[in-house]
């Protein structure tokens, strides 16, 4: 398995995100730590379909599922009379995903283990065998949940609203490797570890954090350690119990 500096001296330390493209980014400081994203995939939006809001109608699900705030924002968008006027439940990964759903009036069910695993146990034990949940979310998104949900009883089925794609500027964390101060690297998605693996990873020499279990799960299957703490499908959340561990108050 790849080796990664489990301590660090985290004065004046560097992180590097990898967070799409579009997402708010950027440099910021918080406490000890100035957070550097570096985008490695990018959002593409696939705007209204009248197909796949046919397509939704016919399914009539009894709930919907998000899996990201993006997902919630770009379905209120281009479909606001089918959730403001949904009266079943909806799902959601984690509390950024749920906060953007109670803005639009609906209550959220979150999971208390933040992440896909932990999202299907909570879709099982609340519907009942038959009952049908449509899955919002990307195209590129983990096939395991849905194959969850359908082997335990429930009616799952994908309606993608959005892609994410490689960006062009993934390069640009070859660079970003050696930079001075460099301390760790978080990672938000599995399809981001994969990159990073293909493009940095014999420079990969600092721990690496992950989103949440699934992001961890590809990061070990690439051979990499991922350090604590794990995050709960909040970016923020996690840059917080990172500074809350290393910085010295």
């Not at 918080?30 to 957070?35: K, M, T």
């Not at 799902?91 to 803005?103: L, N, V």
């Not at 208390?112 to 519907?127: E, F, H, M």
């Not at 096939?143 to 490689?166: C, K, M, Q, S, W």
Request: one cysteine or more.
């Amino acid at each position: 398995m790849a080796t990664a500096f489990l301590e660090h001296d985290f004065r004046m330390s560097l992180i590097i995100s990898t967070r799409p493209m579009g997402k708010e980014a950027g440099t910021f400081k918080v406490r000890c730590l100035e957070i550097k994203n570096i985008p490695l995939t990018e959002i593409r939006t696939l705007g209204y379909n009248e197909n796949l809001r046919a397509e939704l109608v016919s399914f009539s699900p009894d709930s919907l599922c998000f899996t990201s705030s993006f997902g919630v924002k770009e379905f209120l968008k281009y479909y606001p009379e089918l959730i403001k006027s949904f009266s079943g439940n909806v799902f959601a990964i984690g509390d950024r995903t749920g906060e953007a759903i109670e803005q639009a009036g609906l209550r959220a069910i979150v999971p208390d283990q933040k992440d896909s695993p932990g999202l299907a146990r909570l879709i099982l034990s609340t519907l009942a065998r038959g009952e049908r949940v449509a899955l919002i979310r990307s195209g590129n998104a983990d096939p395991r949940l849905p194959e969850t949900l359908n082997l335990g009883g429930v009616v799952a089925r994908d309606f993608h609203i959005y892609e994410v794609t490689a960006s062009q500027q993934g390069s640009f964390i070859l660079d970003a490797m050696d930079s001075p101060g460099l301390s760790g690297i978080i990672v938000t998605s599995p399809m981001e570890a994969t990159i990073l693996v293909n493009l940095a990873g014999p420079k990969i020499r600092v721990p690496i954090y992950a989103i949440g279990n699934t992001t961890a799960r590809k990061l070990r299957d690439l051979g990499y350690e991922v350090s604590e703490p794990l995050g709960e499908s909040n970016f923020e959340d996690l840059v917080r119990k990172i500074s809350e561990k290393y910085c010295q108050q």
